[in-house]
């Protein structure tokens, strides 16, 4: 029933009838499959779907922290290894708080094999990158939420990994924050030009930020929905490129399929 | 942006009563204290603020010839016994701390070490003086011992407690970063495990202090153990109550600089 995957290492991420289910025996909880799914590099794929419908896991697996139940998942053609080839941002910052914020960037970089003098140079260059400027000094608790936040988004750019995954990293920021924080990784990532996964439960958010999006199904979760967003990358002022027709037509589509999707049962 | 801590206003309006309060608690302790000795006026039980304030004068000078008490002088009593709490603390701290590493990291050994440290823990320290004395004699080695075998357990619990306990999510970060196993223990269990090591050392310090004075109970002058206990032998009351005002008051000050230190070293204790 299923042919071998295609390791072609144009695609950054390969995802062959995957199934994960945690736990065993009576307490087994099947969270997301069987699915199949590829990310083409420099696309930024945005996952959709409701609260425990298995987006973390799905992540999970492309990060290397799981194993699957069954299928396979490769990164750029390779199993999948922490800390191999993926920066990864959590819904939480996880920044060390006993590193000052140029501290967290350094440790990124020492890991990635950067040498002294070159990380020294890259930590400001970094932090500008996310919209920082003189906060290298400064200790965790100094700057607020969202700020720590592009702190770890900036440290999971550091060590120039291919791919970069992204589990509901402005979920518990203020609206007025995350949205400042959704136009700066949009900018970003097209500078950067790496490819995203980026995992959310906000329609909008998928729209604005995705070059294309998959809507997951209740859990396990399976792909409800697949479609591209062909709205440009540049060129357009956040608020213009909301303010397009197809724009609106967009959200409306993934709404509804999002809606349909709550609905469903993956199986 | 930086935000000013905001409990630094407060403490800083607290303070000043505190201080106020404190003295006042003092100030009628010692008159208590007047009072009661006046009332018994049995020196050698209770010596009076005065006998005690001018038999410290005595031990603190060469007087007639006899230099503090027993040839030295008090400053000189209590730092031999600091010195001692130093190095058996400091033994003491990094042995707990290498223990208690290996017993949050290896399964294993905590399975078959853990017990042994908790039975040491429970022991007073005086219960092994005599062996250690049997098998080290009398001078420096068994009191430096005793110390460290006593500051051992405290280190030991509270690190393994805190390298075992290490966040997932911190871990999981440094992992996701490409950090090695290595890595993960030094950048990030360990610091971790900073603020609940400090709690652990300062109560390492806490019971060497409190076992110096059973550590000088053979061979123990100089230091401020064995000059109370010898001035207990021949009921010099108010020498034992200057020995243990100068117990006490140093134990505080040391805490005081301990607290400091953790401060210092340990800005995120509480921050996050
Ligand atoms: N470590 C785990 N052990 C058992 N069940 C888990 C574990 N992690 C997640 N689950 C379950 O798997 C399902 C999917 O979880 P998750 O991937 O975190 O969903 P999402 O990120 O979409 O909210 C949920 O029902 C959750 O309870
Ligand atoms: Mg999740």
Not at chain 1, 51 to 78: H, N, W
Not at chain 1, 193 to 207: D, L, M
Not at chain 2, 68 to 93: A, F, K
Request: proline share 7%; aromatic share 6%.
């Amino acid at each position: 029933m299923s042919s071998p995957p295609d390791l072609d290492r144009a695609t950054a991420v390969h995802a062959h009838e995957v199934e994960h289910v945690y736990g065993g025996g009576r307490d087994a909880v099947t969270a997301l499959g069987p699915l199949s799914l590829e990310v083409p590099q420099g696309s930024f794929l945005v996952i959709v779907g409701a609260s425990g419908c298995g987006k973390s896991t799905l992540l999970r697996l492309i990060a290397g922290f799981e194993q699957p139940t069954s299928g396979t998942v490769r990164t750029g053609g390779d199993q999948p290894v922490p800390g191999k080839g993926a920066g990864i941002v959590f819904q939480q910052p996880r920044l060390f708080p006993w590193k000052s914020v140029g501290g967290n960037i350094e440790l990124a970089l020492r890991y990635a094999g950067v040498p002294r003098e070159e990380r020294a140079r890259q930590i400001p260059e970094l932090l500008r990158r996310v919209g920082l400027h003189d906060v290298a000094h400064r200790r965790i608790w100094q700057i607020s939420g969202g700020q720590q936040q592009r702190v770890a988004i900036a440290r999971a750019l550091a060590g120039d990994n291919p791919l970069l995954l992204l589990d509901e990293p402005f979920a518990a920021l203020d609206a007025l924050t995350r949205e400042r924080l959704q136009e700066d990784l949009r900018r970003v990532s097209a500078e950067t030009g790496r490819t995203s996964v980026f995992v959310t439960h906000s329609v909008e958010e998928a729209v604005f930020l995705g070059s294309r999006v998959v809507v997951l199904t209740r859990r396990p979760g399976r792909i409800a929905l697949d479609l591209d967003i062909p709205l440009p990358r540049t060129g357009l002022e956040p608020d213009e490129l909301r303010a397009l027709p197809e724009y609106a037509a967009l959200r409306a589509t993934v709404s509804q399929a999002v809606r349909t999707a709550a609905a469903l049962r993956g199986k | 942006m930086y935000r000013k801590s905001p409990d630094q206003p407060v403490s800083r309006r607290r303070a000043v009563p505190r201080f106020a309060v404190r003295t006042l608690a003092v100030l009628v302790l010692l008159g208590l204290w007047q009072a009661v000795a006046m009332a018994l006026d049995n020196p050698s039980f209770i010596p009076a603020p005065k006998a005690v304030a001018d038999r410290l004068l005595l031990l603190s000078t060469t007087h007639d010839g006899i230099r503090g008490y027993s040839g030295s002088l008090l400053i000189e009593h209590l730092g031999v016994s600091l010195r001692r709490i130093l190095i058996g603390s400091v033994i003491g701290v990094v042995g707990g701390l290498v223990l208690g590493v290996v017993l949050g990291t290896v399964p294993w050994i905590r399975i078959v070490a853990e017990p042994v440290v908790t039975f040491v823990r429970a022991l007073p320290p005086l219960a092994y003086f005599s062996l250690l004395i049997i098998w080290f004699g009398i001078d420096e080695t068994p009191k430096l011992w005793l110390l460290a075998i006593a500051a051992l357990p405290p280190v030991a619990v509270a690190t393994a407690a805190a390298v075992h306990g290490a966040p997932t999510d911190l871990v999981e970060a440094a992992k996701a970063l490409g950090a090695s196993r290595r890595q993960v223990i030094q950048d990030v269990v360990l610091p971790n495990a900073l603020p609940e090591i400090f709690t652990g050392v300062r109560l390492a310090v806490g019971i060497a202090y409190s076992s110096v004075v059973a550590a000088e109970t053979v061979n123990g002058v100089p230091g401020i153990g064995g000059m109370v206990r010898d001035a207990q032998r021949y009921l010099q009351t108010d020498v034992v109550v200057v020995g243990l005002l100068a117990i006490g008051i140093s134990g505080l000050l040391i805490d005081g600089i301990l607290r400091v230190a953790e401060k210092r070293l340990i800005p995120w204790r509480g921050r996050s």
